[in-house]
């Protein structure tokens, strides 16, 4: 009996090992990232160097021990015999300090560590081996980066972009307008970043446009003469639809009179056009609520007939409505509120509509998007949104609610350019209109019953903006001394520190020649600071020399002045300038104390102005301008292209809220998401408009930015995926490693030769890149795009393509096996985390600076992403390391 | 601002006036101006003009079986140096060695739109569109030309049109569009444009150059200022900006010469200034030798005049009295009524009759200063957007002018070998542009990159040009 205990005990030992074994065959993702972690050098990175005085490169161990290694396994195909690559590593000056191949030892390095050489098909290099000259190579890199930064790199001295140019001349004068219209785009540098010194140039031109658009946004934001008298208008959906009201009333006349003589005949007609009028429309129509009769909304143009009165005082507010309008689902579902030729120019348009959630199916929300138009004649029209944001319509019809919108009339282009001109009910009619848009993804219908719009709305007079440059004065009866005043207010502000007495004099010379012509006090000084805002002082990040305030910094340090700092804090957490408190803390000379500083950093991020940052350093490092420009459809629709765009950047942002690890970029089991995103993953129970965080179960095949709907369907090409630009966009912008550019002259894919078309995408590939000179490249590109092959062109899963199964398996350079996206990801998690966390690191401090970074920056970079991994790497960490690295510090 | 037609000059603001009609004066720093080569010394070759001119509605197109194919059809029979007008181009028969047709050419983005709308995009290549969407337009061909001449003259361009200011979005009153891509108001009436090149200086313009002027100084004290405490590399790139100041001190320069220098002598006296489009014939007429004048006395190089706008409904609808019809669109819709064709065909005759004067005079007139007549050293581009009815494709357009710059002349440059769609439209059949393209036309632009190269820009591309247009 013992044996057979014994016996089925030693089973059951048994198959739990062999459970326990086949287990560890199959880690999950998650198992996978912590033994990546585990494995990281990084994270063991230490920080001896920085304590070394002379750091001295390392020949007599790479002649001893290096070099032979090197001959044995490298120089066979990179030597005189073989240059593969073009490359002769028997050639390489070992000293990087002096010699000028550091580049290429970079390059070394990075295919020794990934593993890429020696190629599959040769010889293996022994792990001992591959361990020395890797530990020989890192610290060789180490110190050439560090004894050449005090020579070498690029300056981060340069001119704002657009867009910090906008948002800088938001914060100033307190408006959330677009000022920046008129300038130039910039282009993207080879780091993929607009901000980089390198490419940001002046020309005469654009010096010209600067000015313009400083004085045309300093205009807007001030004022003259008294407060303009604020127009109304109000409508009942009566008063809305009164002109198809009239057309149905005159129906029904005309049927009475010409069934005059015969009355049975003519009470059964008009009671038949009274059943047609209770039906339903697929359209927007309006409905009488005593009678049940509708009629839907026939706008035209001519003759401005449908346009509302204006009036000079608040229309009174019906409490009940006897009609009502309906706008079924449908982004083309519009109803039109035609106001006439008297909306402003400028200020703020208050639209207020009183609606409700008129939904047969319980649990709908229907959502509402604004739109403002025109239409002088049949060609002459335009439609535009308004809205930001579609707004929930959730109140019951029995309880209906005001909705507000503000609309910024100044920023709307084009307007009607007759509506001063033509009079109403002519052609080219002037009048102007809302259409309210019935924008939802489920099909939620909305009910109005009442529309107020007013403007222009100041909550204040002198409004806000006005009060912050001409504020309130016990000097402003003498001009010269308020004009000083107004000076010394706005100059720090704008140029980003303090200002000496000579150049607030000579912008006071400046002022007096220009009073002499301008017929105010307020005309000159607009003059004036549009001057300031035209000056390099303002236009450019400057790396000055001799700060005003030098006794907090001696000049001649490597560390950045206080107000420098204080620029570049706020260029790379806000895209702008320094708000006062940050100015404050500068002038006092504040933030050379690091907790301080790490303080600041925090509120920084905590503050709204950082979303700016959010947005603009994911769209600019994942390139989602491709997103931008992508065509919609029907089937990818304007709504869907804007919630794919949201879903990486709130991504992102909630990964630095809450500072969980940046390797959730590469799996995550959550994403952001709200309906309509829902609906094109397939996600259920996810309602309304608003972003919010979603678990994701294995089944989604989702988590992490590789599977993001957007980011396939930008690197896709018409109706297909296309696995050479994802491939490219993955190595560019997550393994910082792209390959070099395509050569001239490609041979097209015969799509005509029969044979070709019947393979795959996969197998075309393989065909088209069977070529010895296309093979050297496209192997170490093809293999990560395929494992991307299950998205569609719309970032959708799919199992089969027409009737074939998806093969999208591959094989990397040395001989790796990566199964479809699962296996890219554990890949990754494996083995890459390391040069992901680098990568991102490169990505963000090159951001941050404003300039590329190059070898001399290396040993700092490596600081930073070493210094994240030992925290976890935390995103909000990884930021805050970079925040306060000597890298930041330093000039 | 859209300043209307009824607007007195002496009523408006001088400065938005100067802003808001075709007169892109040569302002330099705050008023829009080019990026072309600072030229120290003062220009001594002889001038190269640009003008720009724009008919709509398209032209008669019957099908070849029509009688009335042989008399009124526009594009010439033939090709190369060997074709034959109809009646309806008979006028610049006189001219024909000195002019080019050109058929198969039309902008990509506009093929498929409503011609109707296509005014707009006629000079920019731009996708302008149609219907209720958003609208952006880009630079027109006149504008770049005029940011590269356009300090050498008092005034940097002359825009004009017979129904007056901007227009809409879609339904332009202009042929010419700034940098921005926002429309150019045009000039409509005589006097003004006369008064403007001729009679009044300009008070206003004197204290916006002494603004520019002290601001440029402003800056450049700045700039000194903020070098010293820069890095040798740092210094290096405020150089661009420092240049870009100098560039326009030296405009401001160059500007305020033409102030102190006196308006031309011209006598007035044979124009009726007084002239409307009620009298279509002659307002023709004063409108082109108010062109002719301005370029004679080198007042501008680049002017467009849009002869009417698109679908009627406006001014220049009227201009068909002058060949005994009320409105001149309604006559390109009743082509397939009796004598439809010879309708449409006979105020298209009108029309290049009163261009084929234009030409004359410029031909007729020796260059002032130079070798050769006006007309050698002005390239002149006339046309329209529409073929046939509405059609957006295989525009209409001819060459003249510039054989001092290359242009040979004599020609009908075939582009479309008889597969351009032909025929009318009656109500109830599928209109012309909703259908299928009959052939590839080349792109506009491509032409636009020919005139440009020859006008003296140096440049390889203009919108959506795939290359150069060759043969011209």
Redesign the interface.
């Known amino acids: 009996m013992n044996y057979r205990r014994n016996f089925c005990l030693l089973i059951l030992w048994f198959t739990g090992t062999c459970a326990g074994l086949s287990a560890t065959h199959s880690p999950t993702l998650e198992d996978l990232r912590k033994k990546g972690i585990l494995e990281s050098s990084l994270r063991k990175h230490s920080n001896l160097p920085a304590k070394t005085l002379s750091p001295k490169v390392n020949l007599e161990q790479f002649e001893s021990e290096i070099q032979p290694i090197l001959k044995a396994h490298c120089t066979p195909c990179h030597g005189p015999d073989k240059s593969k690559a073009r490359l002769r590593i028997d050639e390489l000056n070992p000293n990087l300090v002096k010699g000028n191949d550091a580049d290429w030892w970079l390059e070394v390095q990075a295919v020794l560590s990934n593993g890429e050489m020696p190629p599959a098909d040769e010889p293996e290099m022994p792990g001992l081996d591959r361990g020395k000259v890797m530990e020989w190579l890192s610290g060789e890199i180490r110190t050439a980066s560090i004894t050449r930064r005090a020579t070498g790199g690029y300056?981060s001295?340069?001119?704002m972009t657009k867009y910090e140019y906008n948002y800088a001349l938001q914060d100033l004068l307190g408006l959330p307008w677009n000022f920046a219209?008129?300038l130039p785009p910039e282009a993207h540098s080879e780091d993929g970043f607009k901000n980089s010194?390198e490419n940001l140039?002046?020309?005469?031109?654009?010096?010209?446009t600067y000015?313009?658009i400083a004085?045309k946004a300093l205009s807007r934001a001030t004022v003259q003469g008294p407060k303009p008298s604020v127009i109304y208008w109000g409508g009942t959906m009566d008063e809305v639809g009164k002109v198809d009201w009239q057309k149905q009333a005159a129906k029904v006349e005309k049927t009475r009179q010409e069934l005059e003589g015969n009355p049975e005949a003519q009470e059964q007609k008009i009671e038949q056009l009274f059943r047609d009028f209770q039906k339903t429309h697929r359209r927007p129509y309006f409905k009488n609520l005593q009678n049940g009769h509708t009629v839907p909304q026939s706008w035209s143009y001519g003759g401005a007939r449908h346009a509302l009165n204006p009036t000079d005082i608040p229309p009174a507010v019906p409490k009940s409505a006897g009609h009502v309008a309906i706008i079924p689902q449908g982004a083309r579902q519009k109803l039109v509120v035609e106001l006439g030729e008297k909306i402003p120019d400028e200020g703020i348009l208050r639209v207020r509509v009183r609606a409700s959630n008129n939904s047969k199916t319980k649990g709908n929300i229907p959502t509402m998007q604004l739109d403002f138009?025109?239409q002088?004649?049949?060609?002459?029209?335009?439609?535009?949104r308004v809205s930001d944001q579609d707004v929930e319509i959730d109140a019951p019809p029995e309880d209906p609610h005001f909705y507000q919108w503000d609309v910024i009339l100044g920023d709307i282009?084009?307007r009607?350019?007759?509506r001063?001109?033509s009079r109403m009910g002519s052609?080219?009619s002037p009048s102007e209109h809302l259409r309210l848009v019935n924008n939802s993804v489920n099909k939620g219908e909305i009910q109005i019953d009442y529309v107020e719009v007013s403007g222009p709305i100041h909550d204040q007079w002198p409004p806000a903006s006005h009060r912050r440059i001409f504020f309130e004065s016990s000097q402003s009866s003498n001009e010269n001394a308020y004009a000083r005043e107004i000076l010394m207010t706005f100059m720090p502000r704008a140029w980003r520190r303090s200002i000496a007495d000579e150049?607030v004099n000579?912008?006071l010379v400046?002022f007096q020649?220009?009073r002499n012509?301008c017929e105010t006090f307020e005309e000159a000084m607009i003059?004036v600071l549009?001057?300031v805002l035209?000056?390099?002082?303002f236009?450019?990040l400057?790396?000055?020399?001799?700060d005003i305030d030098s006794e907090k910094n001696p000049p001649k340090s490597s560390l950045l002045s206080q107000h420098e700092l204080a620029s570049r804090l706020s260029m790379f957490l806000w895209c702008s300038l320094p708000d006062d408190r940050l100015r404050n803390m500068a002038r006092l000379g504040q933030l050379s104390n690091e907790s301080t500083l790490r303080n600041e950093v925090s509120r920084m991020l905590e503050d709204a102005r950082s979303e700016r940052f959010t947005q603009e350093f994911v769209h600019q490092w994942l390139d989602m301008q491709l997103l931008d420009f992508l065509n919609t459809d029907n089937k990818l629709d304007t709504s869907l292209k804007e919630a794919m765009k949201l879903e990486t950047i709130l991504f992102f942002q909630e990964v630095l809220r809450h500072n969980e690890s940046l390797l959730n970029f590469l799996h995550s089991d959550f994403t952001m998401a709200n309906e309509r995103l829902a609906k094109h993953y397939k996600l259920s129970n996810i309602k309304g408009s608003e972003f919010r965080r979603v678990r994701l179960n294995q089944a989604s095949r989702r988590g992490g930015m590789l599977t993001h709907a957007g980011l396939l369907a930008m690197n896709s090409s018409g109706n297909d995926s296309n696995p050479l630009k994802r491939g490219i966009w993955m190595l560019e912008s997550f393994l910082n490693d792209p390959p070099p550019p395509p050569p001239p002259a490609v041979p097209e894919i015969d799509l005509a030769d029969p044979e070709i078309a019947k393979m795959t995408l996969k197998e075309r590939i393989e065909d088209h890149r069977n070529h010895a000179a296309c093979m050297s490249c496209h192997i170490k590109i093809d293999p990560w795009g395929i494992a991307f092959e299950n998205y569609d062109s719309r970032g959708l899963w799919r199992a089969e393509i027409n009737g074939k199964p998806v093969d999208s398996t591959s094989r990397l350079y040395n001989n790796e096996p990566l199964a479809g996206m699962l296996g890219l990801k554990r890949f990754l998690l494996k083995n890459r985390q390391d040069q992901f966390v680098l990568a991102l690191t490169h990505k963000l401090c090159v951001f941050a600076l404003g300039r590329p970074l190059t070898f001399s920056d290396r040993s700092l970079l490596e600081e930073i992403a070493s210094s994240v991994r030992q925290k976890d790497d935390g995103l909000r960490a990884l930021i805050m390391e970079i925040a306060t690295s000597k890298l930041f510090l330093s000039k | 601002?859209?300043p209307?037609s009824?607007l007195k000059i002496t009523t408006l603001d001088r400065r938005r006036f100067l802003c808001g009609t075709g007169w892109a004066l040569a302002l330099?720093?705050?008023?829009?101006?080019?990026?072309s080569k600072v030229l120290a010394s003062k220009e001594k070759n002889t001038p190269k003009r640009l003008g720009c001119f724009y008919f709509p509605d398209g032209v008669p197109m019957p099908l070849p079986e029509d009688p009335a194919y042989k008399d009124w059809a526009w594009f010439p029979r033939g090709n190369g140096n060997d074709f034959e007008f109809t009646r309806t181009m008979e006028p610049l028969q006189d001219l024909k060695k000195e002019i080019t047709v050109l058929s198969g050419l039309s902008h990509p983005a506009g093929r498929n739109v409503?011609g109707?709308?296509n005014a707009d995009q006629f000079l920019t290549a731009a996708a302008t569109g149609?219907?209720?969407?958003?609208?952006n337009n880009s630079i027109s061909l006149d504008q770049l030309y005029a940011h590269h001449v356009g300090d050498q003259t008092r005034f940097a361009s002359l825009v004009m049109s017979t129904d007056g200011?901007?227009?809409?979005?879609?339904?332009a009153h202009t042929i010419s569009f700034n940098?921005?891509g926002r429309?150019i108001p045009a000039e409509n009436r005589p006097k003004q444009i006369f008064d403007m090149l001729f009679v009044k200086s300009d008070a206003d313009a004197a204290?916006q150059l002494?603004?520019s002027q002290?601001?440029l100084d402003?800056?450049l004290?700045?700039?000194r200022?903020?070098k010293?405490?820069?890095?040798s590399?740092?210094q290096a790139?405020?150089d661009?900006?420092l240049?870009?100041?100098r560039?326009?001190e030296i405009?401001v320069q160059k500007a305020k010469k033409w102030l102190n220098t006196p308006l031309p002598k011209v006598d007035g006296g044979k124009l009726n200034l007084e002239i409307t489009p009620d009298e279509p014939r002659l307002y023709l007429q004063t409108m082109f030798e108010l062109i002719y004048l301005a370029f004679k006395t080198d007042s501008t190089r680049v002017a467009s005049y849009q002869i009417g706008r698109?679908?009627g409904?406006g001014i220049s609808d009227r201009l068909a009295k002058a060949v005994g019809f009320s409105a001149a669109h309604q006559l390109s819709h009743d082509t397939k009524q009796q004598g439809g064709w010879k309708n449409f065909g006979t105020y298209c005759r009108f029309l290049h009759e009163e261009y084929a004067r234009f030409i004359q005079r410029l031909g007729q007139t020796p260059e002032p200063g130079g070798d050769g007549s006006l007309l050698d050293n002005t390239l002149l581009f006339f046309g329209s957007a529409s073929s046939a009815f509405h059609l957006s494709r295989n525009y209409p357009l001819i060459l003249a002018g510039g054989k001092s710059m290359g242009f040979t002349h004599g020609q009908y440059l075939n582009h479309t070998n008889g597969k351009a769609y032909q025929g009318g439209w009656k109500p109830g059949d599928p209109e012309p542009w909703t259908k299928k393209a009959t052939q590839e036309d080349l792109p506009l632009s491509n032409l636009f990159v020919s005139m440009l190269q020859r006008l003296g820009v140096e440049t390889e591309a203009f919108a959506d040009s795939t290359g150069r247009l060759d043969g011209v």
Not at chain 2, 28 to 35: A, K, N, R, V
Not at chain 2, 165 to 171: D, E, I, K, L, P
Not at chain 2, 228 to 231: A, I, N, P
């Open positions: 300056s001295f340069r001119r219209r008129d010194s140039h002046m020309s005469v031109t654009q010096l010209e000015r313009r004085k138009g025109w002088a004649s049949n060609e002459g029209r335009a439609l535009m282009y084009p009607n350019s007759v001063k001109t052609t080219p150049e000579q912008k400046l020649t220009m012509d003059e549009a001057t035209s000056s390099p002082n236009l450019y400057s790396r000055d020399g001799a | 601002m859209n209307a009824k330099p720093l705050f008023e829009s101006l080019s990026l409503h109707h709308n149609s219907g209720d969407m958003t609208y200011g901007a227009g809409t979005a879609r339904g940098r921005q429309a204290k002494a603004h002290s601001a402003d800056l004290t700045d700039t200022r903020l010293k405490r820069l890095s590399d740092d790139r405020l661009e900006y240049q870009s100041v560039e326009a405009r698109e679908n409904v």
